[in-house]
């Protein structure tokens, strides 16, 4: 079963400080990556995602860094926020496939005040 | 649209009952998902649908339990008998396509068998 290998598994970060979660791939089909976030309570939520083609997206404070070669990407959220203390999974997989995706075993971030 | 909705949102039950957890996915969606998630285990998926047909079911832990898709806007997970590591959040989640470009989930069940 092809996995994604994310970490740290736990991380906390000063209120506006920089935190970066990490994820590695093994297949080089893959060719779409999201990333869900997931508050207490709720369910995960698509949060942002990358295409292979660009080796950086950004959406309002969050960017994520995606290198082919190495076969990683990770996620950075820039002037961090209590308000983004949440949980963050990884996924890779391969877009018009009928395959099922696998999810990273998350990172579970606290920005302190 | 209101979102994947799942119901109820906590179940407390003893062991050995019968559980049956609910889901309405998003109108127009044809993939439903089922999912587990613990501390130990992370997310899970157990079960699959696509057209209401079950597509992949090589999650399902054990014949304890069983899921269903009777139309396209309900679906159930049933677990019995239940057992103490049963204990988990259970989460229904639909897309439009199989792999995304996201999945909506619903917020959960929070199950704890005694």
């Known amino acids: 079963q092809q996995q994604v290998k994310q970490s740290p598994q736990s991380l906390i970060v000063q209120k506006g400080g920089i935190p970066i979660i990490n994820c590695a791939y093994e297949n080089t089909a893959f060719d779409y990556f999201p990333w869900y976030q997931q508050f207490p309570g709720k369910g995960p939520a698509l949060l942002i995602a990358?295409?292979?083609?660009?080796s950086e997206k950004k959406e309002g404070r969050f960017t994520i860094s995606f290198n082919k070669s190495a076969k990683q990407f990770s996620l950075h959220i820039m002037d961090s926020q209590p308000g983004d203390s949440a949980t963050y999974f990884c996924v890779s997989r391969e877009m018009n496939r009928d395959d099922k995706i696998i999810f990273g075993k998350g990172t579970r971030l606290h920005i302190l005040p | 649209d209101a979102g994947v909705i799942q119901s109820p949102r906590h179940e407390v039950t003893e062991m050995g009952q019968e559980v049956t957890l609910r889901c309405k996915p998003i109108?127009?969606?044809?993939?439903l998902f089922w999912y587990r998630q613990t501390m130990m285990r992370g997310l899970e998926l157990l079960i699959y649908f696509n057209n209401n047909v079950p597509i992949d079911d090589s999650g399902m832990p054990e014949d304890r339990f069983s899921a269903k898709m009777p139309n396209a806007s309900f679906s159930t997970l049933k677990i019995q008998p239940s057992e103490p590591r049963d204990s988990a959040v259970y989460f229904c989640?639909?897309?439009?396509?199989?792999?995304?470009?996201?999945?909506?989930f619903g917020s959960g069940t929070r199950l704890t068998v005694v």
């Open positions: 109108s127009g969606h044809d993939y």
């Open positions: 990358i295409r292979p083609d660009v």
């Open positions: 989640a639909s897309s439009l396509l199989q792999g995304g470009p996201g999945y909506t």
